[in-house]
């Protein structure tokens, strides 16, 4: 568990995700669904059930290439990360990973610390040696917070994305480590 300060002074923790969080997980996933539409749901569209969430939260607690952190206010969580990575040994140094943050909490550099703890967990466990993930093409903010994590595009796939009869296109991006 590390220890962050708020734009404001208030501190917030980091720390890795317990099966123990699957509520909290569920409630945070309810709201950020209907606080973007950046992300690959909206608000109501994702049904997880208490037991589901708990065995995902358990497969990435015993999985020694998960990776799924949490930042909490309060008591309540504010921010999350996870990263997958592949079982298959030619494939297994690389993970992709998506970052969310509640929109109270923007601009607070949440994000940028759990990419770092991200960045830092693959660098120690010395598998994972590329980062990957795919953001919206307007997503000129997450864009600009990748870009300073040091990542970089590497591809513009089309209709990746589906709202409300839209298709969206995204990047690729990437970190080598
Ligand atoms: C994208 C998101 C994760 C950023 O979280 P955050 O905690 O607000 O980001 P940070 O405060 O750590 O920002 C770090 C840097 O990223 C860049 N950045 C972040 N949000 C930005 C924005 N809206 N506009 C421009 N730059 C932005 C800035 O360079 C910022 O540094 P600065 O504040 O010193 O200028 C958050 O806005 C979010 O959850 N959005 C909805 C879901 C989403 O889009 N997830 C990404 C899907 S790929």
Redesign the pocket.
């Known amino acids: 568990m590390k220890v962050y300060q708020l734009r404001n002074g208030e501190e917030y923790i980091v720390r890795q995700a317990l099966k123990a969080d699957a509520q909290a997980m569920i409630d945070y996933i309810m709201q950020?669904g209907g606080?973007?539409d950046?992300?690959t749901f909206g608000k109501g569209e994702l049904e997880i059930t208490l037991a589901q969430e708990e065995d995902t939260l358990q497969q990435y607690n015993e999985d020694p290439l998960g990776f799924f952190m949490i930042a909490e206010h309060e008591g309540k969580i504010i921010?999350n990360i996870n990263l997958k990575t592949h079982n298959r040994a030619r494939v297994r140094h690389n993970g992709e990973f998506?970052?969310?943050?509640?929109?109270a909490?923007?601009?607070?550099?949440?994000?940028?610390?759990?990419?770092g703890e991200l960045i830092e967990w693959a660098k120690a466990g010395g598998v994972v040696t590329k980062i990957d993930?795919?953001?919206?093409d307007d997503?000129?903010?997450?864009i600009?917070?990748?870009k300073?994590m040091g990542f970089v595009e590497e591809g513009h796939i089309s209709r990746q994305f589906l709202i409300d009869g839209v298709y969206y296109s995204a990047y690729y991006m990437g970190l080598k480590l």
């Open positions: 950020i606080e973007s950046n992300l921010g998506g970052v969310s943050v509640l929109k909490y923007w601009r607070n550099g949440i994000a940028e610390v759990l990419i993930l795919r953001v919206r997503n000129a903010g997450a600009a917070l990748y300073k």
